[in-house]
Structures are given as C-alpha cells and as structure tokens.
C-alpha cells in the first residue's frame, strides 16, 4: 500500500464526531499527512530497523514516544516485541505495547506469553486491552457506587441477592469460525470481558483511584473466587433455525467451523466470592451468540423487604416485587431501578415502575468508543483500564481447570436454536440458586 492509500483508507473512517471545532477538517489534513505505511516481515530485525529509520527521520530532534498496537495473531506477538523492542523503540521518550486478547488459551499459555513478553518489555510498558473496561457503563460503575450514598451501604450480601453479567450478540460467527472455534464463548467472553466487569463491580473500596490500588483490589476479588465446579456450569451451541421463512444455519454448518465441533457458543456459570462482603452470592455469568437480542447488562436484584407489609398486594410471586438495578452496557446506554408503587386511584394496586437514566435523552452528546478511550489512556500512560499480569493468571486459574475438565470429557453442548433465549439448562442452574434470569422477565424497560 501507498501513503496516499492509506491516508484514503483512513480520511473514510475520520470524523470530527467528538471535538466539533471550525478547525476540525484543517485538523484531519494535517493528521492525514503525518500517516505513512510501511511494510515488511513480522519476524525480520532488518524490516524492523528500517522501519526505525523511517521512524527517526520523520521524528527528527524532538522527543518522541513509540506506541505499537498489536492487532495481529498471537502465535507472531512474540516476534513483532522482540525485533520492535530491539530495532524500532524510541530513543528519547517511552516505547509501548499495546496487546490485544487472546492472552493465550489457558494458565500456562499465557504465563508463556507474559513470560516471553517480559524478556523484551517491562510490565509498565505492556498494556493489554480489553475494549468492555473502556465503555462508559462499565467505567461508571465505580462512580455509581464509590460516589452515591444510596448504593454503596447496599453493596453486600447483606441487601443482593444475586448478580448477574449477561452478555449475548444476535448473531453467530459468520465466517469467524475458524478464530472462535479454537477459543470458543468461555475464553472469548467471560474469562475476559464478564469477569473483568465481575471484578470492577465486587471490589473492595480501593485506597485511590491510582491505576495500581483499582487493580490491587481486582486482583483480590479474582483470588478470592471459589473454584468453578462443572456442575455450576452450562455450555449450548446454536443450530439451524428457521424464522418467518428465512433459514439460519446452525454452528457446525459454518464453513469455516470442524464438522462435528463441540466447541460451546453459549455458557452460563454460577460464581462465589469467598470473602465477608459477598459469601454466599451468586454472581451469575451468561454469554451467547446466536440469541434473540444484542446485549450487554448487569443486573443487581435486591433482597426481599423483610416484614413486607405490602405482601398481599403482590400477589404470590414475591421474587417479581424485588427492587432491581440494571445498568445495560450496550446498545442503547442506560440505568435504571426498579421500584414498587402504587397506581394512582381509589384502590391499593401496586406495580413495578423503573427510575430510568437512559442516556441518549439525558447526555445528548455522542459516546467515545471504548477503542477511542483505551488509546487516549494508552498514550497518556493512564493504566487503570489496562490489565496487570498477576490479574490475568488470577483470571485463568480460575477458568482453566474448568476448561480443561470439559474438553478431556468432551462435554457435548446442548443445542438451542439460533434467535432463541439459549439452552434450558441455563434456566436449571438459576434456579438451583433461586434465581431468575432478569433479561427474561416479560415486563421489561
């Protein structure tokens, strides 16, 4: 590719959406003319020492930083730091990684990682992104507590009765296959994205909002999680389906899928925290492709009110009548509580109202992408959004005995067809635990 090609490529995807200056266009031009491309090998020293060249003349005497951005296959991330680190970091200023999932596929492949990442990188300049920590619901979550008296005294076994991280996309891996089957829903979603959010969310109140004390206290949280058990755990895989004539193909129909793959695309677990604040919660984990809705949400259900004087109001499901917060993640950002109140009128009827945050009516502004945000901070330095290497293998040692465990017995997955609300043994293990998938409930928003 040409300079001019990919400063075509790149003036397409440009916009003065965030900061909408006059200037702004001027701004792009001159953004655009400072992009250039250059080629070569990922394990070759020689391309990596032009490139440095190239670098330096376009540098000249000021300081300058280097920030590599790896969106490559992981079995090169090894190669790329060490002829980068070696041949092409910045004389004057900081060289940093930025490395995006998989961080390998279990305990000892990304100790392996880390490890070799580490002969040519010190911890401080590795930055391992994971886009869910940089959405602007999951970066509220702490202010929401931390900063709002009405929540934090709630935030404990005391008051939840149960939490819930559901994450499902309404479509499969269309062509992906080849990538997802090797890693497959738990690895893709959870191990990273639901327990980072898991984390964030069951902390303890860090001593500053200091990258390292907010990643001391995840890291806490990580290895105080009881052992995952099989029995607490549910995998599905889509099938073909068909919906008002249209024919959606199953997994294993994916061209790009082995034919027979046991590989889950949807999982749902139970986890513990073994600490004073949370014993005895289930935290409950779901992710899927395939699903009837695109969406990301935590869910927090309160307990119910002791000595409820309005009991016979609700009629006999009382589990209904339960406050609720639901912060959604994505699409469509919002918070909301779910309350009980009366209908106005002469009788005494009560219903569940929702005192809604929606964000698109209150901040008319746009939303920076998560991407936009993690490359700001990964420039700036600014690591709380980044994760550390002892909260990755905190991470993994949690989900890989499980993973292990279920492909030593080949644990076939249940089935559930494509644009369904997943299996029905998700359903069982809620229940086991008293609990009910809040994004099932017919009274939604």
């Known amino acids: 590719m040409t300079d001019a090609e990919l400063r075509d490529m790149v003036s ?6 965030i900061d909408k200056r006059e200037n702004c266009s001027e701004k792009m031009e001159e953004f655009l003319k400072r992009c250039f491309y250059h080629s070569g090998q990922y394990d070759s020293e020689e391309d990596f020492k032009e490139l440095g060249k190239k670098i330096k003349q376009h540098e000249g005497p000021r300081v300058s930083n280097h920030l590599f951005y790896l969106s490559i296959p992981p079995n090169i991330f090894l190669d790329v730091v060490k002829c980068a680190s070696k041949s092409a970091s910045s004389v004057s200023g900081w060289t940093r990684v930025i490395v995006e999932k998989p961080f390998g596929r279990d305990s000892e492949s990304s100790a392996a990682l880390t490890k070799g990442l580490k002969q040519y990188l010190t911890e401080d300049q590795i930055f391992r992104i994971d886009h869910y920590l940089g959405k602007e619901l999951v970066e509220n979550l702490s202010v929401l507590r931390f900063s709002n008296l009405v929540f934090e005294p709630l935030w404990s076994r005391q008051y939840i009765r149960n939490v819930q991280l559901i994450f499902s996309e309404d479509f499969g891996t269309e062509g992906r296959g080849g990538y997802f089957d090797s890693y497959g829903i738990i690895r893709d979603i959870m191990q990273n994205h639901l327990l980072q959010i898991l984390a964030l969310f069951a902390m303890e109140t860090p001593i ?9 206290e995840k890291v806490k949280v990580l290895r105080s999680m009881k052992p995952l058990r099989l029995e607490d755990v549910v995998i599905g895989q889509y099938k073909s389906h068909t919906k008002g004539g249209i024919t959606y193909p199953g997994y294993t129909e994916d061209k790009t899928v082995p034919k027979g793959s046991l590989t889950p695309t949807f999982a749902a677990a139970a986890l513990f925290i073994n600490n004073a604040r949370w014993d005895g919660v289930p935290f409950l984990m779901k992710a899927g492709k ?4 695109k969406q990301a949400e935590i869910r927090v259900q309160f307990r119910h009110v002791p000595g409820n004087l309005y009991k016979g109001s609700f009629g006999t499901d009382l589990d209904r009548a339960t406050n609720e917060l639901v912060i959604r993640v994505q699409p469509d950002e919002g918070i909301y509580l779910k309350i009980n109140n009366k209908i106005p009128g002469l009788g005494m009827r009560l219903d569940r109202s929702n005192l809604n945050l929606h964000y698109a009516a209150r901040y008319p502004k746009e939303i920076p ?3 936009e945000r993690l490359l700001l901070d990964a420039i700036e330095g600014e690591r709380r959004l980044f994760i550390r290497s002892d909260e990755l293998d905190a991470a993994w040692e949690l989900f890989t005995p499980l993973l292990k465990e279920l492909e030593q017995k080949r644990m076939a997955p249940e089935l559930y067809p494509y644009g369904s609300r997943g299996p029905v043994g998700a359903h069982y293990l809620a229940a086991k635990y008293n609990v009910r998938w809040g994004d099932l409930g017919g009274s939604e928003h």
């Open 208 to 216: 500053s909002l200091e990258a390292e004390d907010i990643r001391n």
């Open 369 to 371: 992408d998560a991407y």
């Open 12 to 17: 397409k995807t440009l916009t003065c959406r």
């Open 290 to 293: 395939a699903l009837h809705t």
